[in-house]
């Protein structure tokens, strides 16, 4: 029951009913409830500012963690650019420098994207900066190890290449030290042994009994098998590729024909003394684009150093020759 209220009435000298006008009242009620809204838009308006809903709260949550992602990101990115510049150093250093292969530079290893903006959808956003910067360094990465990939495909044919090429140069000595009585004759002016002038012998002498196992120096074809060469009696010839030619005379017999091909150490023919020849030797030549080269540097595939450095102590004797 609402409280009655009343006033003192001086002239009447008695107490009178307060009767309130319903303009006051809807006035009054109009102002509180205008005070009420205006109180509570500034309450919800202060609340926004300074407390965080739980919808907010984790939000910034995951905000948080996807900074720390992107930062361990960049970590592992900066890990990821040191495994591959110590590649891309023994790449340059070592296998494209033993290859014969020019070194990559830095600035193509490290070349950016031309064109558009490539990033320009990540921009307008409170970690635009570090997201970006993110996909930039991944971008780069990316690129560097399709640069470094193509290089080490490129090192591998060269590889396959140079094996092929170490293997197919003569670099054995074509008689083995055992079967040997001695090295007789090497490259460079020698005595005739018929003439007894001194002349250029083009070759090496390896004296050895009639029958000694003569053995291919490097991988290749027979292109001759024959006794159809002045002076050489019966020789085989084999093509090693990449201009090297060795010559093998005298021989007693052939063990392989023309047009086969043989490996380095495979067996060919066995000493002899046919065509022109004073005693069963080996005489052998190895040619280099046409022109006779001295065979004693060929020899690094079977002798030791002692070895190595005894035969070319007898080699550089200027003796008689046996051819």
Request: glycine share 6%; no cysteine; net charge positive.
């Amino acid at each position: 029951m609402a409280k009655v209220k009343y006033y003192y009435d001086s002239e009447t000298l008695s107490y009178r009913k307060i009767e309130r006008k319903k303009r006051t009242t809807i006035k009054f009620a109009m102002l509180f409830i205008l005070a009420s809204a205006l109180f509570g838009f500034l309450f919800v308006f202060l609340a926004s500012q300074y407390i965080e809903s739980p919808r907010e709260r984790a939000l910034k949550r995951e905000l948080t963690n996807l900074e720390l992602q992107y930062k361990l990101l960049n970590k592992r990115v900066d890990n990821a650019f040191a495994a591959l510049e110590s590649v891309e150093e023994r790449d340059n250093a070592i296998y494209r420098l033993y290859f014969e292969a020019n070194p990559i530079p830095i600035e193509q290893r490290r070349a950016g994207f031309g064109g558009i903006n490539r990033y320009k959808k990540y921009e307008g956003f409170d970690n635009s900066e570090l997201i970006i910067e993110s996909n930039k360094r991944l971008d780069r990465l990316q690129k560097a190890i399709v640069v470094q990939s193509k290089s080490l495909d490129e090192i591998a044919i060269l590889a396959e290449d140079k094996e092929k090429f170490l293997s197919s140069i003569p670099a054995i000595q074509p008689v083995k030290n055992e079967d040997l009585k001695h090295m007789a004759s090497g490259y460079g002016y020698r005595t005739d042994p018929f003439t007894k002038v001194r002349k250029f012998h083009f070759g090496m002498d390896f004296t050895a009994p009639r029958g000694t196992p003569v053995y291919a120096t490097g991988d290749g074809i027979v292109t001759r098998a024959d006794n159809n060469a002045s002076g050489y009696g019966k020789h085989i010839r084999i093509d090693h590729g990449y201009g090297y030619l060795s010559l093998y005379a005298h021989l007693y017999k052939y063990n392989v024909r023309s047009n086969q091909r043989v490996k380095r150490g495979d067996l060919i023919g066995y000493v002899g003394s046919t065509g022109r020849s004073e005693a069963p030797h080996l005489h052998y030549e190895v040619f280099k684009d046409d022109e006779r080269i001295n065979p004693i540097n060929f020899y690094y595939g079977n002798l030791s150093a002692d070895e190595y450095a005894r035969l070319l102590e007898k080699a550089s004797l200027e003796n008689q020759s046996l051819d």
